[in-house]
């Protein structure tokens, strides 16, 4: 089990942007991929982005071209840079980490969730 931090969620209006931040907290495992789910009220979650440790990355439809996910291997952290928010974007985001096995990845840590609130 992996333990992740997330930070850097808010408030912001239509139009600005947010960084979040999401880092192992405790002892430091290898993982292969980290990403961002969200989780807007009365939906299922979805994915938002994930990168792989090599650095290929995908994205939910509804973000392309707005974020950008990136990752930092040597501290195992990995950013999600939200530029031209919509009040649509605003959820409960949540990190998580996968290991793979064979050509399988599967989940071994969730972060706790951060609030980002899009509104005027």
């Known amino acids: 089990q992996v333990d992740l931090v997330e930070s850097g969620g808010g408030l912001v209006q239509p139009g600005g942007s947010l960084r979040l931040s999401c880092a192992q907290s405790g002892s430091v495992v290898s993982v292969d991929a980290m990403g961002w789910q969200r989780q807007a009220p009365g939906k299922q979650r979805e994915l938002v982005a994930r990168?792989?440790?090599?650095?290929?990355?995908n994205y939910g439809d509804s973000v392309k071209g707005r974020f950008t996910i990136s990752r930092d291997n040597a501290k195992n952290t990995v950013y999600l840079q939200m530029n031209n928010l919509e009040p649509e974007d605003t959820a409960i985001y949540f990190c998580?980490?996968?290991?793979?096995?064979?050509?399988?990845?599967?989940?071994?840590?969730w972060g706790q969730g951060t609030q980002v609130t899009i509104s005027p």
């Open positions: 998580y980490a996968e290991r793979k096995s064979g050509a399988y990845y599967y989940a071994v840590g």
């Open positions: 990168i792989l440790s090599g650095g290929g990355s």
